[in-house]
């Protein structure tokens, strides 16, 4: 585990402005500790072209963080600490620190992520319910989001088979969201675990929960798919798992029932086909354990000059426009490594002049 000092550190780099997974990743990288990251800070947003003062986060708001976690008994895992996840280390932006409740050890146990509508049908309700029962009782842990429906049925189903569930949240880990599931979140925390990226404080946006998606899916080795209409969260989070080298498994449901359409449209493009809990035990495999692209070019950080970065900036901005590009595509084009592509990269981003999208994909904001 990291020592107090280190976890300050970290918690401070993240609660800068314009600081995501992937920026953090690059900056630790790159200046080798949070702290020295830190410092070099305003003179990277200040090479993307940031014109005023940056804010660095203080060592107060990180003691704040602390004293937070401490109240609510969570615990704060760094990606460097031995307890952090190993199937999520593999993801792309994959969070560099967890904020958890429970039992954190059903974070590196075999897991299955089991998703689907809010609005879901009684018949939906209960067949999570039993599929979670009997996968939980297999010995598999059953990671969802704790919303509404299909979610909150699977923690129950796993609950009730006295077997292991995680709760990925996209609030703060002290928040209850939807209230409805107060019950439900006090006996996920403990019997099972409850884990978010989202330091303490965190306001309530729709645009946390798809980001909570890439950790449902990165925490598992396949995602179900129950109920859940063709653009949803749900599809989403298998969306993630495909990319993600995991298996996708859907139930099939009724053509005429909206409900249906995204598991329907799952097994049209290949997912396995689930009618009980032996279909996904029977399929069920370990995903790819290649190194993630992103964390290899991360930990290859050269020296790079001065002049040599100057170049740099000049060609990636030739080559970089409000379209977005797959930074690999962006490489290519420059001529040039993808970790001297990044430093850039995170440059813009701290000045708020980059807006990363999925795919690995980049482009300046307008």
């Avoid at 059903?106 to 029962?133: C, D």
């Avoid at 002290?174 to 989202?198: A, H, M, R, T, W």
């Avoid at 995991?246 to 029932?257: E, L």
């Avoid at 070019?297 to 030739?318: A, C, T």
Wanted: charged share 20%; glycine share 6%.
């Amino acid at each position: 585990m990291a020592d107090t000092a280190t976890i300050k550190s970290w918690l401070r780099l993240l609660l800068c402005e314009h600081v995501g997974p992937v920026a953090f990743a690059i900056l630790l990288a790159r200046f080798k500790t949070a702290e020295e990251a830190l410092r070099h800070l305003p003179e990277c947003a200040r090479n993307g072209g940031l014109k005023k003062e940056v804010h660095l986060a203080t060592q107060k708001q990180a003691d704040e963080q602390l004293s937070l976690a401490e109240k609510a008994g969570a615990r704060i895992l760094l990606s460097i600490d031995p307890d952090y996840p190993h199937l999520l280390k593999q993801i792309d932006a994959a969070p560099p620190i967890l904020f958890t409740r429970g039992n954190i050890a059903l974070l590196n146990k075999k897991s299955l992520a089991v998703v689907g509508t809010r609005n879901a049908s009684l018949n939906g309700r209960n067949l999570a319910k039993k599929l979670a029962f009997d996968l939980a009782k297999s010995g598999l842990n059953i990671v969802s989001g704790m919303a509404r429906g299909i979610d909150a049925a699977a923690h129950i189903g796993a609950l009730a088979a006295g077997g292991a569930t995680t709760a990925v949240l996209g609030t703060a880990v002290d928040e209850i969201y939807p209230f409805e599931n107060k019950e439900l979140y006090q006996n996920l925390c403990q019997n099972g675990c409850v884990v978010s990226e989202f330091p303490f404080k965190t306001p309530l946006a729709p645009g946390n929960f798809p980001r909570r998606n890439r950790i449902i899916s990165g925490l598992s080795v396949g995602t179900l798919v129950i109920e859940a209409q063709a653009r949803s969260g749900s599809l989403i989070t298998a969306q993630k798992a495909l990319h993600q080298n995991r298996d996708v498994f859907a139930v099939p449901g009724s053509p005429v029932d909206p409900r249906s359409e995204g598991p329907n449209l799952l097994l049209k493009q290949g997912a396995i086909l689930v009618r009980h809990a032996q279909d996904v035990l029977d399929e069920l495999t370990e995903p790819i354990t290649a190194q993630d692209i992103l964390t290899e070019q991360i930990n290859d950080f050269d020296p790079i000059s001065d002049s040599d970065l100057d170049d740099i900036r000049r060609l990636v901005y030739e080559n970089l426009n409000s379209d977005p590009v797959f930074i690999d595509d962006l490489a290519r084009a420059c001529n040039l490594p993808a970790a001297a592509v990044n430093i850039i990269l995170v440059e813009l981003e701290l000045a708020g002049r980059l807006k990363r999208s999925a795919g690995s994909k980049v482009a300046l904001t307008l």
